[in-house]
């Protein structure tokens, strides 16, 4: 390393006020945004870019245009419309050329620009009684740029615009200064990345990059400056990820499974041999085969259940593309060796329908033992839930404490301290995204605790929410990722249709008398009521009144709520899956799972009150079996978003490719959630945008992970984590 050059991370302990142009007051106000350092300053990136080389004058503006415009404010009033809402109306002039701006219900604008205010307004020009207007724009108070002689450096250059704070009474001009002296100060930063390493992702050096995207020469200087210090978050992301799961695999202990790669891929039909594992024999009993993504991912489940490293896996399929059966197999795997295995789902009507489901495709299926006098039984199933009577509960805790339960089924009832497994071999927690990132690392400390045996089980974590892949990488980053992309033969695409009138609305209620009529099932899920699951239930049995009385006069309706009782939840799906119930009118708790392949339609009420996701999963309930199935999305759509949702949907039944559009919609902060901490992570990468660099991230970082080398970041690192993770982190 040169002896000019120095890490990035020794910027972030040199204090704002060290700088020349900054005293206490300016301290105080840098704090209120966060920024206590240098690194914070550097990090601190523009929000655009005024080309002042190239710069539109007022008169050139066009109607129509999007623009960008300075000037100084030289009127400023307020006003009442009609409404009685306020009205603040500026004129802004440039030079001897004005400008019109109206901000409609925004008071506060007489405040924030008072006349001789100079200002970037950012929107489209509008005309009003002859004159150039923008109306609601965006605005950069930017004091001094019109007043050329406060600083000529800037004249005629590509001016950054930063996030700037009204409340702080901080300028993008300020903070563009104190940024400037920063960067002229810091010198050269040394790069941790290596020559080769930049050529082969295509990124520039970090000490260009810092420059450029403060001060590019030229606007295309931008593009590539993002480039680099994007991959740099996503960098340390990934480190951070990747140090996380090596300290897990080096405190667990796993088991080394024996599952054969050629019994995975026996045909439906093969012969059996004595002593054939039990994969095999299920295999080969099957009713249909795998699919052929079901198979792959299958093998990539086998190839952790045979290490002696915990599987750490996420496994992905649209709704329907058949997780169970994998699920299942791995299960089955994990019994031939004589563990247990445990299903987590999240509600119980999904966790009886696993457990029953279960059950059928076990039924036939015999392993040994040697308390019987056949020397054999059959696979046992349990299911525990909250609702579990106390006598029933007894009985499972026994089971699966000496091992007479082979594969225990529930809900988060499962986590309970009083289960105690005899050896525990692999946990699966379906639908994970209903139980938030954050449970998972607990879930997996639990469920060591609460085995017998001191090795870690595997986990394996399933999903039909479907993420994108550059969120699943950032999101679930410490976990592997299996996907089945293909959808078992003969399914028909589900036909959506979008009833926003009385006519469509008409056709769909005789849509659904015709499909009944051929002995099919319908779901119709009521509107989604805020707040209670009280109210929700109400609302579901006025409906359920409604329908048979009106549209559905003369159909068995049955009813579906979370407010049930299990046993009532128990009977009425099963009146439904023999058809003595042909319609079910229910709340979403139908959304995950539940899987009646006689049901060929979905009425969606109010659809617009569901986000995209949660649709695609009701949608899912159909389609599942060989017939041509329906989702009819009815009502309105208030707002253009819920109208895109809709469209959406309509256009397209693959779930990642609408997960795409609802990171679109909703931006990646919802979906990141509460895994953010502080400013740190992702402010220049884009989940939708840079997937090479994320992906090329991942690969370095897994590298220097494996090679035990992450030498020239951690300083860096330790700048996102508490002290308590820098310890657990970064011990050698
Ligand atoms: P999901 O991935 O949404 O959990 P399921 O596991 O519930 O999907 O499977 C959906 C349906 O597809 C079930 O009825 C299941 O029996 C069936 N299925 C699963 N795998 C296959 C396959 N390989 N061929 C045919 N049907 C399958
Ligand atoms: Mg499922």
């Not at 996420?314 to 197999?329: C, E, F, I, M, N």
């Not at 289960?419 to 525990?424: A, E, T, Y």
């Not at 899987?595 to 999963?617: C, K, M, N, P």
Request: hydrophobic letters at 40%; proline letters at 4%.
């Amino acid at each position: 390393m040169e002896e000019s050059t120095r890490p990035l991370a020794a910027l972030a302990e040199v204090s704002v006020e060290r700088l020349r142009t900054i005293g206490a007051k300016r301290t105080a106000a840098l704090a209120e945004l966060g920024i206590s350092n240098v690194f914070d300053l550097l990090t601190w990136y523009p929000r655009r870019y005024i080309d002042r080389t190239k710069q539109v004058d007022l008169s050139d503006l066009t109607v129509g245009d999007e623009a960008a415009v300075f000037g100084e404010v030289t009127k400023c009033r307020s006003a009442r419309m009609k409404n009685g809402k306020p009205m603040v109306t500026l004129e802004v002039k440039d030079g001897s050329h004005t400008l019109g701006v109206v901000f409609f219900n925004q008071a506060w604008r007489e405040r924030q620009l008072p006349v001789g205010t100079q200002a970037m307004f950012f929107g489209k020009v509008g005309e009003f009684r002859d004159q150039r207007q923008m109306s609601n724009p965006v605005v950069d108070v930017i004091v001094g740029l019109l007043n050329e002689d406060r600083d000529p450096g800037r004249v005629g250059r590509i001016v950054p615009i930063y996030p700037a704070s009204g409340k702080a009474g901080l300028t993008s001009w300020e903070l563009g200064g104190f940024i400037e002296e920063s960067l002229r100060r810091a010198g050269e930063i040394s790069d941790p990345l290596a020559n080769a390493r930049r050529a082969s992702i295509g990124v520039v050096e970090r000490s260009r990059a810092m420059h450029d995207i403060h001060l590019p020469a030229d606007l295309s200087d931008v593009a590539p400056a993002r480039r680099r210090l994007a991959f740099d978050e996503f960098w340390r992301l990934q480190l951070l990820l990747a140090l996380r799961r090596k300290r897990l695999e080096e405190s667990a202990t796993g088991i080394s499974h024996l599952v054969l790669d050629a019994d995975l891929e026996v045909a439906p039909g093969s012969p059996l041999v004595a002593g054939d594992s039990l994969v095999r024999q299920f295999i080969a009993q099957h009713r249909f085969a795998l699919t052929g993504a079901q198979r792959r991912v299958l093998l990539e489940i086998a190839q952790d259940l045979r290490s002696g490293l915990p599987m750490h896996r996420l496994l992905q399929g649209d709704v329907g593309s058949g997780k169970t059966l994998v699920a299942l197999t791995a299960m089955l795997a994990v019994r031939g060796g004589g563990h247990q295995s445990a299903l987590m789902a999240p509600t119980e009507v999904l966790a009886e329908q696993h457990a029953t489901s279960l059950r059928r495709d076990l039924l036939g299926l015999r392993i040994p033992d040697e308390a019987v006098l056949s020397g054999s039984r059959e696979i046992v199933v349990a299911l525990l839930t909250g609702s579990t009577r106390a006598r029933e509960r007894q009985t499972v805790l026994d089971g699966v404490a000496t091992g007479a339960i082979d594969i225990v089924v529930g809900t988060h009832a499962l986590l309970n301290d009083e289960l105690q497994f005899g050896s525990l071999g692999l946990i699966v927690i379906d639908e994970q995204h209903r139980f938030g990132v954050e449970q998972r690392a607990r879930l997996r400390e639990n469920a060591k605790a609460h085995s017998k045996s001191s090795s870690d089980p595997d986990l394996l974590v399933m999903t039909a929410t479907p993420i994108p892949r550059t969120a699943a990488m950032v999101v679930f980053g410490d976990l592997d990722i299996s996907t089945i992309d293909e959808m078992p033969v003969g399914r028909l695409p589900i036909e959506t249709l979008w009833a926003d009138n009385e006519k469509k609305i008409a056709s769909c209620w005789q849509r659904v008398r015709d499909e009944v009529q051929s002995g099919h099932r319908v779901y119709v899920v009521c509107p989604l009521v805020d707040g209670s699951s009280k109210v929700e239930a109400t609302s579901a049995t006025d409906e359920r009144s409604r329908l048979a009385m009106g549209e559905l006069r003369g159909l068995s309706v049955g009813l579906l709520h979370g407010q049930m009782k299990p046993e009532e939840k128990e009977i009425v799906m099963q009146q439904f899956r023999t058809g003595e119930i042909q319609v079910l009118v229910a709340t979403t708790v139908i959304e995950v799972g539940v899987d009646v392949s006689q049901a060929t339609v979905i009425v969606i009420e109010d659809a617009w009150r569901f986000g995209l996701a949660q649709l695609h999963q009701l949608r899912g309930r159909v389609g599942r079996g060989p017939d041509q199935s329906y989702c009819y999305l009815l009502g309105p759509a208030p707002s253009d978003e819920s109208a895109i949702r809709l469209d959406a949907l309509v256009a397209t039944n693959d779930g990642f490719s609408l997960a795409e559009t609802d990171l679109a919609l909703r931006g990646e902060g919802t979906l990141l959630g509460a895994r953010q901490r502080g400013r740190s992570d992702l402010i220049l990468a884009s989940l939708q945008d840079d997937l090479d660099l994320l992906e090329a991230a991942r690969e370095v970082a897994y590298e220097m992970v494996a090679a035990g080398d992450i030498s020239g970041m951690e300083e860096e690192l330790r700048l996102f984590v508490d002290e308590a993770e820098a310890t657990y982190l970064f011990r050698s």
